[in-house]
């Protein structure tokens, strides 16, 4: 028997921090997450040696970890964790942030996902990518994420009848969100003449569907509310989140994800309905899963995706907003940072502080999680709903 959720009353999180993405960098993954650190003490008013406690994420810190990042940055903290989720490692960190300082265990802690990018980070990831993933990709001369989600992205296609064009609405739509980003590394308009002709890289992804790899961080604080009015920084309320591993494992290839089991828990905890969601900042490593998070959290059912797109203007001013910086497909991915690209817009949606690509009147926001990628489907889900103070 599944006991009831808590909820995460008296919790907050604030201090969106995001350090400027580069395409390449020579710094280390460790000077990201200083960046974002240093960020954090100056956009809250908190010293980092007053943060006792900090989560990180990061591909590229390896062998270090968080404990070893504290040490070198003077803090000394009671609630210590690194986190190696990917894409949903940035609402894992959220919810384990919040139980402490729920619990009392942290009045303060640091959740920061950085990634340093050099001409040959992406070969050293093939090189380094899942054993599992591997053993059965390599055999066939692929390697790396970019044919498992094709995979993925054929078996939906031929399942619910979805077309590149479908696809194509996603990435435009982000794009000209980005534009209004001028932290986004994307700088030029994308037209559906050029996502169709744009080089393929494992049919049926092409270019247009494929982050960029950055160097760069992202990172938050989650603090009790009593705390953010006495440093007198704006924040939002978390009202919900949920996360799930290796869910529907009798599905022979993903068409749905974690967020599928939980969804009603969700929306329970959060107090609403989807209708009641201002403004979505989906996890978009690939078209295909922004299309199977628009399903799976109840904005239209499994196998519309293909149709809803069709209907709807995800653009900033447009009737359903998301990823509303551009998301990774056009801010740009830096590595484990790409998961907390999403959560900390969501946060800046809900405290009005999104500057050019803030979304009028702002209730509730809604920010997803999605990583692990194996062959056949990406193992870690997670969603958090904010509300705005």
């Not at 956009?43 to 970890?65: E, Q, T, W």
């Not at 994308?190 to 982050?211: G, K």
């Not at 799976?296 to 059912?301: I, P």
Request: aromatic residues 8%; proline residues 5%.
């Amino acid at each position: 028997m599944t006991a009831t959720r808590q909820g995460y009353d008296g919790v907050v999180v604030t201090t969106p921090t995001s350090v400027p993405y580069q395409r390449f960098s020579t710094e280390t993954a460790h000077w990201w997450a200083g960046a974002a650190l240093r960020g954090l003490a100056e956009g809250s008013g908190i010293s980092h040696r007053d943060m006792d406690g900090l989560s990180l994420a990061s591909f590229g810190m390896a062998p270090d970890s968080a404990i070893n990042f504290a040490q070198h940055a003077g803090m000394t903290v009671r609630h210590l964790d690194t986190v190696p989720l990917g894409g949903a490692a940035a609402t894992v960190s959220l919810r384990r942030a919040a139980r402490a300082v729920q619990a009392g265990d942290a009045d303060v802690v640091a959740c920061i996902g950085a990634d340093t990018n050099t001409p040959d980070s992406f070969r050293a990831m093939l090189a380094g990518f899942s054993r599992f993933a591997q053993d059965a990709v390599y055999p066939v001369g692929a390697g790396g994420a970019n044919a498992s989600f094709a995979l993925l992205t054929r078996h939906y296609m031929q399942r619910f009848g979805a077309t590149r064009e479908d696809f194509a609405r996603i990435c435009i739509a982000q794009r000209d969100n980005a534009l209004k980003n001028p932290r986004a590394l994307m700088k030029k308009p994308l037209t559906l003449d050029a996502y169709m002709a744009a080089r393929p890289v494992s049919d049926p992804v092409h270019l247009f569907d494929c982050v960029m790899p950055c160097a760069g961080a992202e990172a938050f604080l989650v603090m009790r509310e009593e705390t953010a009015k006495a440093q007198g920084i704006p924040f939002a309320r978390v009202t919900g989140t949920i996360e799930r591993h290796h869910a529907f494992p009798d599905d022979p290839v993903q068409i749905r994800g974690g967020w599928a089991q939980d969804v009603d828990d969700l929306y329970a905890m959060a107090g609403c309905t989807p209708s009641d969601i201002d403004v979505l900042q989906t996890y978009d490593d690939y078209p295909v899963i922004v299309m199977m998070q628009f399903e799976d959290l109840g904005f239209c059912a499994k196998g519309e995706g293909p149709a809803f797109v069709r209907s709807h203007d995800m653009r900033i001013a447009g009737d359903f907003p998301q990823n509303t910086s551009g998301g990774q497909l056009s801010a740009g991915q830096a590595g484990a940072a790409g998961g907390h690209l999403g959560l900390v817009e969501a946060i800046r949606q809900a405290t009005g502080t999104a500057g050019p690509t803030q979304v009028a009147d702002v209730k509730r926001a809604m920010a997803l999680g999605f990583g692990m990628i194996n062959y056949e489907r990406g193992l870690a889900s997670a969603a958090v709903v904010l509300e705005a103070a």
